[in-house]
């Protein structure tokens, strides 16, 4: 069975930094590319950031360009996101997800159930 | 950057058929996706390529993509089917997925 499960977040000041963690099961997690996906809780789907299967190649939403930093541990089936400079409107809930299909007409499946980050002084 | 644009909310019967659609320019040129959020879940994928399911899905839930407008199809609406629901496009030239802003489908 396939399974992502998130860890790490939690409350931090703006201007502080968060680690994420992707624990992946069920799948060979080397073949995969793998994403970084966030919902403000009550709003709309915001891409993030995903990272190649080797983990040579990454890519950010303008919104976090510079900021976050996308990483992963194929020996240990990992994946992680570096969030440095936090701001409020990150608070968000943080999603993992594998992308499958074709490399320009990607999707997402499975998800996982997510890791909510919340930036407040 | 590429936009897909949905309608906040679109209300049905059971029994009937909701239409829930993803506009965006020349949408016809990329392949859409389709996820249903429940209240408090993760996001599942529903439709993918347009129009193909993945295995669990009912046939009742089905994709179209034609000139600047995809569709997802819920035949036959029961009270399960109350979710969010959204497209999803890869855009070539931002190097990024895009999500469209999301449509909450209300069973009356």
């Known amino acids: 069975q396939v399974r992502l499960l998130e860890s790490g977040g939690g409350l931090v000041k703006p201007g502080g930094s968060l680690r994420l963690s992707c624990a992946a099961s069920?799948?060979?997690?080397?073949?995969?590319?793998m994403d970084w996906i966030r919902q403000v809780p009550g709003k709309g789907l915001e891409w993030v950031s995903y990272?190649?299967?080797?983990?040579?190649?990454?890519y950010y939403a303008d919104s976090v360009k510079g900021r976050f930093t996308i990483s992963r541990d194929n020996t240990k089936n990992l994946l992680f996101l570096q969030m440095n400079s936090l701001r409020v409107e990150d608070t968000a809930i943080y999603f993992c997800?594998?992308?499958?299909?074709?490399?320009?007409?990607?999707?997402?499946?499975?998800w996982g159930r997510g890791t909510l980050v919340t930036v407040s002084s | 950057s590429y936009v897909l644009t949905q309608p906040p909310s679109v209300s049905v019967a059971p029994g009937q058929t909701a239409r829930i659609t993803c506009r965006g320019e020349?949408?016809?040129?990329?392949?859409v996706h389709w996820y249903q959020q429940r209240p408090g879940q993760a996001p599942v994928l529903v439709v993918y390529?347009?129009?193909d399911r993945p295995s669990g899905i009912p046939e009742r839930l089905s994709g179209s993509n034609s000139g600047n407008t995809a569709t997802l199809t819920i035949s036959r609406v029961e009270a399960g089917d109350e979710a969010d629901y959204y497209c999803?496009?890869?855009?070539?030239?931002?190097?990024?997925?895009?999500f469209g802003s999301g449509t909450k489908v209300i069973v009356l």
């Open positions: 069920g799948f060979t997690f080397s073949d995969y590319y």
């Open positions: 997800a594998r992308e499958r299909g074709d490399r320009y007409t990607s999707y997402f499946g499975p």
């Open positions: 390529y347009d129009s």
């Open positions: 990272i190649t299967n080797g983990g040579r190649d990454t």
């Open positions: 020349n949408i016809d040129s990329k392949s």
């Open positions: 999803q496009v890869w855009d070539t030239n931002s190097v990024h997925h895009v």
